[in-house]
């Protein structure tokens, strides 16, 4: 009797963890466009697309920096805005960064009661992708920001900024020569003490996997790190590092393809969002294609597919990933911003397609309009 009585209970805790686990709701209000609302200041004149963003709490003020250019690809047209606001309403102007070349991945990191805005500079030509120099600026207070300074890491794309125990650490692959057979991968995890000066972990990269690029990574209460890395054409990688030994990445590889990922914490729960492919993952060739070939038939095939900005929870310990739920999204999508407005409550930005219109294939996207639309995210 006495085990009967225990194994009732044994089952009454399994079931009340798991009604639990199942009754929390993750909502979102209504998607708003900001780019169209008007209250955007004068001086940003928009251009046809509008993608590349990160936003920031700094000094009770939401700080948003975004790219405007006349297409998806690269431009001397391009330029960034960066804009504040205390209520996500009334915005204004704070600087504007147009150095007449294509300049991308902006990356906001507050550190020692400063607001840092790092962002690389690109080429001209409008398919070529051509990373030039690493740069940062930050703001001096009352709407001035410094001009741009190297951070001496030329050919390096910056990916995510974060600070653990007084120490910024940056994620950042080496750009040249990405899309050329013969690259030589290089992530890698940089660390400092001053915003300024960028010193690499350890000797050997993080990842050398061809086609290693966007290294979203964060910290979890415990000091450790977990990460998420694009390989271009072929997939991704889900990663992990003890706190103790950082530069050593344990990788699990993944057919589905994490794009523009952006990884937070929610009570040391860890989710992520990135562009999702419609048309499921990126490989699906029999064996004996040869990877160089494999690979270009990815690009292509993800080009003229469909796309959505979704939500995914990681599973710590397995380093797997489940799919929540996909966003408002299509077409050119998925470059997230986020930021903590309280316990259970975020503020997302993220730009797309219009999401009232027809669904667009990623590339269709590319040379069309975009716009940067927002709304709030609720943990119940």
């Not at 070529?128 to 001496?152: A, D, I, Y």
């Not at 979203?216 to 890395?229: H, M, Q, Y």
């Not at 050593?248 to 929610?266: E, G």
Request: glycine content about 6%; overall charge positive.
């Amino acid at each position: 009797m006495r085990n009967i009585f225990s194994r009732c209970a044994v089952f009454l805790m399994l079931l009340m963890s798991s009604a639990c686990l199942f009754a929390q709701k993750i909502t979102y209000d209504e998607w708003k466009n900001l780019t169209t609302s008007g209250k955007l200041p004068p001086e940003c004149i928009l251009q046809r697309s509008n993608n590349n963003l990160d936003l920031v709490k700094f000094k009770d003020r939401y700080y948003l920096v975004f790219r405007t250019a006349p297409t998806h690809f690269a431009s001397t047209k391009s330029m960034m805005y960066v804009v504040s606001s205390t209520d996500l309403d009334n915005w204004k102007y704070e600087t504007v960064i147009a150095p007449g070349r294509d300049l991308r991945e902006p990356k906001f990191a507050v550190y020692h009661d400063t607001l840092n805005l790092y962002f690389f500079t690109g080429g001209k030509s409008l398919f070529h992708f051509e990373p030039h120099e690493l740069l940062v600026c930050r703001t001096v207070g009352g709407g001035f920001w410094t001009s741009m300074q190297s951070v001496n890491l030329d050919g390096f794309v910056p990916w995510r900024v974060r600070e653990r125990k007084d120490t910024l650490y940056l994620s950042a692959y080496y750009g040249k020569g990405l899309y050329n057979t013969g690259h030589k991968s290089n992530l890698r995890l940089f660390y400092s003490t001053d915003a300024m000066k960028w010193q690499p972990i350890s000797v050997n990269p993080q990842v050398d996997i061809f086609s290693a690029e966007e290294g979203e990574f964060i910290f979890d209460k415990s000091g450790n790190l977990f990460a998420t890395v694009r390989l271009e054409g072929t997939g991704a990688l889900i990663c992990s590092a003890d706190g103790t030994c950082l530069y050593n990445w344990k990788k699990v590889r993944l057919k589905t393809k994490f794009d523009s990922a952006l990884m937070f914490t929610h009570k040391d729960d860890i989710y992520l969002i990135s562009r999702r492919s419609l048309d499921g993952d990126i490989d699906k060739l029999k064996n004996r294609t040869s990877e160089t070939k494999r690979r270009a038939r990815n690009l292509i095939r993800y080009s003229i597919t469909k796309k959505v900005t979704a939500l995914y929870k990681l599973n710590k310990n397995e380093l797997s990933v489940t799919h929540i739920m996909d966003f408002p999204s299509t077409g050119d999508t998925a470059f997230p911003g986020i930021s903590q407005l309280d316990e259970n409550n975020y503020v997302l930005m993220n730009y797309s397609s219009d999401i009232h219109g027809r669904k667009k294939s990623w590339i269709d996207g590319q040379f069309g309009k975009t716009y940067i639309y927002w709304t709030k995210l609720h943990f119940e």
